[in-house]
């Protein structure tokens, strides 16, 4: 269910400036929202059955799959993935060839190694964002199932999303690995403002429980504003959708699911948009840009 609205460094790159510059003013497309979150948080579900909802109320979206486990969007949905992001690194295919047909929106598998993101040919990030802006130019919403923000790992596309959505649960290890995607993302790259969304909650009561303890550590140690989207109850036939490789209002239409995932589809369509997001490159650029500066420390 939806709650209410809400209200550097190391040596530079060296690039064409004019192009550097067209990308720094903000491209076309649609607003990029990652959604993340500790192991068995149901990011992965989260995330299939919200691009599902934003596509029944009209909007063009595309789902860009980060996880490459046997658990993610690609392999839920039973998808023949052709190509891999080293593909399009290695100048084989285009980036939209990753593009896959899922029900009433788009997916595109996209785990960005730091070595290959890190150490592409010169100028070949910023063809990437050119091809990026030319794909997101007909999308409303970019939704990112994005690997764990844990320590010492690679960034993921998290770091660049213009928002991004913390998943918690009732487990004691969901709040304790949402605090650490928080002071990541807060302290190495920082990001001040974060959505939480409570999954597997039976009641507004217990989501705004699991909320207020994330909150108060977070602003004990963090400057960062939190503020709750929403939550998704608990729903033996959301699992078992997922289980049959469809979005939940496609298998089970009357599912307490789907109204929580209509609701949060309706209320992210009145976020404000972040102050500064049109003097920002688009997310593929800044992830790209972001394994450049720390692949050239290791």
Known sequence: MAMGRMDNSVATIAVDQAASLRRLVGGPG???????????????????????ALAAQDRRVLLLDEDDSRHNAVHRLQLRQRFAFEHVAGRDVRLDELLLAAPGFE?????????????????????????????IARIDWVLVDARPVVEGSAPGLALAADDVVVVITPSGESITDAYASIKRLHTEFGRRQFWVLANRVRTLETAMALFQRVK????????????????????????????????????FPQAEAVEAFTQLASVMQHWPRRAHSADRANLLYRALDVSRRLASLR
């Open 216 to 251: 108060e550590v977070a602003g004990r140690y963090l400057d960062v504003r939190l503020k709750l989207v929403g939550f998704v109850p608990e729903d033996e036939q959301l699992a078992r959708a997922d289980q049959l490789g469809q979005p939940v209002a496609q298998a």
């Open 30 to 52: 649609g607003r990029a929202v990652a959604l993340t979150g500790g192991s068995r948080t149901g990011v992965t579900s989260l995330a299939l059955n919200l691009a599902s």
């Open 107 to 135: 997916l595109m598998p996209l785990k960005l190694s730091l070595a290959q993101a890190g150490h592409l040919p010169p100028g070949r990030a910023e063809q990437l964002a050119d091809e990026y802006d030319s794909l």
